[in-house]
C-alpha cells in the first residue's frame, strides 16, 4: 500500500488548486503561491519545485480550450516551412508567439538566479499594487484607432511589444496575464484579444521555466515523489480549465477593473497582517 504523508498531501491539494485559481488571471498566482507557502510555513526549495511544476497542468487547460486555433497555427507553419505553401500575412501563427516570448526567454535566460532574490513578501505586495495600477491605466486607456477585435489582426509589432511588458512579470506581484493583458490594451487590442494573446504566450513561457526547473533541481524533483507532481498537476488542469472558461465569460461583460481592486486590498492584506506583524 502507498505510504502517504497527510500533512504533505494536503499542503500540496491546497497549492494545486491556488494554482489553478490564479494562473491565468491577473492577480500574480506567484505572489499567492508565496503568500500561502507563507501561511503554511512551507517555504522550502522542494514546496517552490512542486508549484513550478504543477503549471504544466495549468497550462494544459489552455491547450485543451484552444486546441483548434493551436493546431490549425502549428499546421500553417509546417506548410509554409516544408512545402513553401503561401498564406495571407492577416492570421495569427507561430511567429506572432516566438516575437511575443523572446524578450522574456532573453531575460529569464539572464536574470533567473536574481530574480529568485525578490521572492520576499515586501516586493511582492509593491509588486501587487503596481501591477494593478498598470492594469487600471491599460483598461482606461483611449487609443486614437479603434481597439483590435480579431486576433488574426494582430501585428508583429504589437506581439513584441506584450512580449516586453510581459517582462514586467519578472517582478514577482506583478503578474504574467497582468503584464500582458494590460500591455495588450496598451497597444491596441480589445480586452477579449489580449487576454486570448496572453494566454497563448502563457505556453511557451511556463514550460520553458518547467523544463529549466526540471533540469537544474533534478536532485530535488526526487524527494518531492511522483505521486504528488502528478496529482497536483491534474488538480491544477482541473480547476485552471474552470477558472479559463469563467474568467472568458467574465470579462465579455465586465472590466478588469474589480481584478485590480482585488490586488490593492491583497497587498494591504499582506501590509497589515504579515508584514507589520
Same mark, same amino acid.
Given at each position: $500500500? ?10 500540496? #491539494? ?6 489553478? =485559481?490564479?494562473?491565468?488571471?491577473? /492577480?500574480?498566482?506567484?505572489?499567492? $503561491?508565496? =503568500? &500561502? ?10 514546496? %517552490?519545485? #512542486?508549484? &513550478? ?10 491547450? %485543451? ?7 490549425? $497555427? @502549428? ?8 512545402? %513553401? ?9 507561430? *511567429?506572432?508567439?516566438?516575437? @511575443?516570448?523572446?524578450?522574456?526567454? /532573453? ?8 530574480? *529568485? ?7 511582492? $505586495? ?9 492594469? =487600471? ?8 484607432? +479603434? *481597439? ?14 506584450? @512580449? ?28 477579449? /484579444? ?21 533540469? *537544474? ?13 502528478? @496529482?497536483?498537476?491534474?488538480?491544477? #488542469? ?17 472590466? =478588469? !477593473? +474589480? ?9 494591504? &492584506?499582506?501590509?497589515?497582517?504579515? !508584514?507589520?506583524?
Amino acid at each position: $500500500m502507498l505510504d502517504i504523508d497527510a500533512h504533505k498531501l494536503i499542503i500540496s #491539494f491546497i497549492l494545486a488548486v491556488v494554482e489553478g =485559481l490564479t494562473e491565468f488571471l491577473p /492577480i500574480s498566482s506567484t505572489g499567492h $503561491m508565496i =503568500l &500561502v507557502q507563507s501561511i503554511l510555513n512551507c517555504t522550502d526549495d522542494s514546496v %517552490k519545485i #512542486f508549484t &513550478v511544476i504543477i503549471q504544466l497542468g495549468a497550462i494544459l487547460s489552455i491547450t %485543451k480550450i484552444f486546441w483548434n486555433r493551436l493546431y490549425s $497555427m @502549428g499546421v500553417i507553419c509546417i506548410r509554409k516551412i516544408f512545402i %513553401k505553401q503561401h498564406y495571407a500575412n492577416n492570421h495569427l501563427c507561430i *511567429r506572432h508567439i516566438l516575437l @511575443g516570448t523572446f524578450p522574456g526567454i /532573453i531575460l529569464g535566460v539572464v536574470f533567473y538566479e536574481n530574480i *529568485r532574490l525578490f521572492f520576499e513578501l515586501t516586493y511582492i $505586495m509593491y509588486g501587487l499594487i503596481i501591477g494593478g495600477i498598470f492594469l =487600471l491605466v491599460g483598461e482606461l486607456y483611449l487609443p486614437k484607432e +479603434p *481597439r483590435v477585435s480579431n486576433i488574426d489582426n494582430i501585428t508583429c509589432l504589437q506581439a513584441f511589444l506584450i @512580449g516586453c511588458f510581459q517582462c514586467l512579470a519578472f517582478w514577482p506581484g506583478f503578474s504574467r496575464s497582468g503584464a500582458t493583458i494590460g500591455g495588450g490594451l496598451l497597444v491596441g487590442l480589445n480586452r477579449n /484579444i489580449s487576454l486570448e494573446f496572453s494566454f497563448f504566450l502563457a505556453i511557451p513561457i511556463i514550460f520553458g521555466a518547467t523544463v529549466l526547473t526540471l533540469y *537544474r533541481y533534478e536532485s530535488v524533483i526526487d524527494t518531492i515523489g511522483a505521486f504528488f507532481l502528478i @496529482g497536483g498537476s491534474i488538480i491544477a #488542469f482541473t480547476i485552471a480549465l474552470f477558472t479559463v472558461r469563467l474568467f472568458l465569460k467574465i470579462v465579455q461583460g465586465f472590466s =478588469l !477593473i +474589480p481584478f485590480a481592486i482585488y490586488r490593492f486590498f491583497l497587498a494591504g &492584506v499582506i501590509y497589515w497582517g504579515l !508584514i507589520v506583524d
